[in-house]
């Protein structure tokens, strides 16, 4: 933390020990770092998630972007494979506008797009899941998961197998059910209070190891430095006197479309929670 006094690196260094303790599997900075190139922790996942027992998963990637052409990539939370070509997606969407059906249709168009290459048959594209994990009940089904297919037929009474299977997960009717046990685990605060061994020790080693705490600490300084920069840019591209001002506006801006907590976003921006709040009703964003 460069360009800082003593007592600004301790301040900004407690702050980070608090977000990190506060941090749960639902929040995207936390939840990509826990899970990212793990395995273990993505087989667990999609068998909970799939209810298949022959799901082996042998890759993970967080944070996954798929180009586009046209300008309008996506980022996949978690991005998992199995042997037999399953192509798991798996999103954490805090706020019900990021779960709206057409982005989970863009999601698995820009998966299909993203896998075939030239001359391969429209058939040899991998079954697909795609899991939406929120944190209200975004359906109003009421339940822990919702699945959705697609029909066909007389009174669509016909599956139309095309091979995508999605679902809504609503982690605020967690149960005693192992999908249940998982949502319980995502909203966790502690390690003790988790169910599953495997998330337990990886949670436990990045809020309580020196390595694990310093690895959250840069990754929330990177978190800092990247949206200060972005903003930073755009500000100066306005060539405006209010240039930094909206650059501290784009600064929150990112910050609330990486479905952030509004405690988070106040610590890291220095702006007031009805500030941050007006931000996002201006640009239609939720806040939590």
Known sequence: MPGMTDEERERRRMENLQLIQDARLMD??????????????????????????????TKVITQHELPNLRGRSVRLDIHAFDHDRRDIDIEIQRAKKGASPKRIRYNSGMMDSNFLVKREDFDDLPEQYIFFITEKDVTGLH???????????????????????????????????????????????????????????????????????????????????RDREEGKAEGMAEGKAEGKAEGEGNIVLNMLKGHMHLDVIEKLSGWTADNIRALAQKNGLAVE
């Open 143 to 225: 339940q822990l998961i919702t699945p959705v297919e697609r029909r066909m037929g007389p009174n669509w009474s016909l599956p139309f197998q095309d091979g995508i299977h999605i679902a809504y997960i609503d982690s605020s009717k967690a149960d005693d059910s192992p999908l249940g046990k998982l949502m319980h685990d995502f909203r966790c605060q502690s390690a003790d209070e988790m169910y599953y061994p495997l998330l337990r020790e990886r949670v436990r080693y990045y809020k309580e190891t020196d390595k694990g705490v310093t690895i959250m600490s840069d990754l929330f300084e990177e978190i800092r430095t």
């Open 28 to 57: 995207d900075p936390f939840m990509t770092r826990v899970f990212q190139d793990d395995t273990d922790g993505g087989q667990l996942l999609a068998t909970l998630m799939t209810g298949r027992n022959d799901i082996n998963v």
